[in-house]
C-alpha cells in the first residue's frame, strides 16, 4: 500500500505537566487516540484525506474537553460562536464558515460548503440557514455547555478582557482542534474547528476558518492547520506561508515549520502550533508554547499522542 499519514492537534497554549491530573491527561490522550484512529482507519479502506481529516475533526468537535463544537468556549453574550474550515489539496477546494451557533459539527458544515455550494465561506445567520437546508444537526444551548468553559467566562464576562484559550493567566485548558492528511491517492487535505477566544465580541473572528492562514492544503507543498493566538497567524498568513516555503524556497516540511513557528510567528509575538503532512507522507507537529495536544500515525509504524514538549 502507499503512504498514508495522519495528524492532529486539540491546541497548544501553556500546557504543563502540573497543571493535568493524571485521569485528566489520560482522558485528554484517549480522545486524541481515538481521533487519530478514526481517521487513519478510513485511509486504511481507502478512503480521501478528506473524509479523513472531516472524521477525525468531528470526533474532536464532539468532545467537550475540546474548544470546539460541544465545549467550545463563551462569547461577551454568553453565547457560542464557532468557526471552522477544510481544504482539499487536490483541487484547492475549499469550505470555511464563521460566527455560527447551534450546529453540531462546524466542520462537516465547512465541507457542505466546499462542496454542495458556488461559495468558499460563509458566515453567520446565513452559513445557519445553509445548514438548515443541508439538514445538518442542531443542537441546543445545553448540548455546548462546559462548567469549566463557563467558569473561565465568568471570570472575565464584566471585563474588556478577551481571551485566549491557551493562556496561562486564568485558564489551563486548551482546545481548537485541527487534522491534517496524506492519502493513498497522494492527495493532503486540513481540517480546523474552533469556538475562538474567550468573552470575544463584535463578531471577533480568528485565523481557524481563513483560509491560508489557519488552514491551507495543497498537494504540491503540503497541508497545514494551525492553532494559537489567531490575530498573529492571520497577519502572518502562517499556514500559507509554510507551503509558500516549501514551493518557492524548496524547504523540507520540518525546515518550513520552524522558521515559520519559531521565527516568523515569534517575531510577530504570535504563540501557538501547527501540524502539515507532505505529499511524501513527512509530519511535523511544531509549536512555540509550552505544550500542544497532538497525535500522528503512519503507515510506516508511528503511532502516537503527546501533549508536552
Ligand atoms: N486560533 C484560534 C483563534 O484565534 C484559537 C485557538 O487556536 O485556540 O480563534
Excluded at 507537529?285 to 500522528?296: A, C, I, K, P, V
Amino acid at each position: 500500500m502507499k503512504n498514508i499519514s495522519i495528524a492532529l492537534h486539540g491546541g497548544a497554549g501553556t500546557i504543563l505537566r502540573s497543571s493535568l491530573t493524571p485521569e485528566l491527561e489520560r482522558s485528554y490522550k484517549l480522545e486524541l487516540q481515538k481521533a487519530l484512529d478514526t481517521g487513519y482507519q478510513l485511509l486504511e479502506e481507502g478512503a480521501t484525506s478528506v473524509d479523513a481529516v472531516e472524521a477525525s475533526v468531528t470526533v474532536l468537535e464532539n468532545c467537550s474537553l475540546f474548544n470546539a463544537g460541544k465545549g467550545s468556549v463563551f462569547t461577551s453574550g454568553g453565547t457560542h460562536e464557532m468557526d471552522a474550515s477544510i481544504m482539499d489539496g487536490s483541487s484547492l477546494n475549499a469550505g470555511a464558515v464563521s460566527s455560527i451557533s447551534g450546529v453540531k459539527n462546524p466542520i462537516q458544515l465547512s465541507r457542505l460548503v466546499m462542496e454542495q455550494s458556488e461559495h468558499v465561506f460563509l458566515t453567520g445567520k446565513g452559513a445557519e440557514d445553509f445548514a438548515k437546508k443541508m439538514n445538518c444537526t442542531f443542537e441546543a444551548k445545553d448540548y455546548f455547555f462546559d462548567e469549566f468553559r463557563y467558569q473561565q467566562w465568568l471570570s472575565v464576562k464584566d471585563t474588556d478582557q478577551f481571551q485566549l484559550d491557551h493562556t496561562a493567566i486564568r485558564d489551563e485548558k486548551f482546545g481548537t482542534v485541527g487534522a491534517v492528511a496524506l492519502d493513498q491517492f497522494g492527495n493532503v487535505a486540513a481540517a480546523t474547528s474552533t469556538g475562538g477566544m474567550t468573552n470575544k465580541r463584535y463578531g471577533r473572528v480568528g485565523d481557524s476558518p481563513i483560509i491560508g492562514a489557519g488552514n491551507y492544503a495543497n498537494n504540491k507543498t503540503c497541508a497545514v492547520s494551525c492553532t494559537g493566538s489567531g490575530e498573529y497567524f492571520i497577519r502572518a498568513v502562517t499556514a500559507y506561508d509554510v507551503s509558500c516555503l516549501i514551493e518557492h524556497k524548496g524547504m523540507k516540511l520540518g525546515e518550513a515549520c520552524k522558521e515559520v513557528v519559531h521565527k516568523r510567528l515569534k517575531e510577530l509575538g504570535g504563540d501557538g502550533g501547527l501540524i502539515a503532512v507532505d505529499t511524501s507522507g513527512s509530519i511535523c507537529l511544531d509549536f512555540n508554547t509550552e505544550g500542544m495536544y497532538r497525535g500522528q500515525k503512519n503507515s510506516q509504524g508511528l503511532d502516537e499522542v503527546a501533549i508536552f514538549s
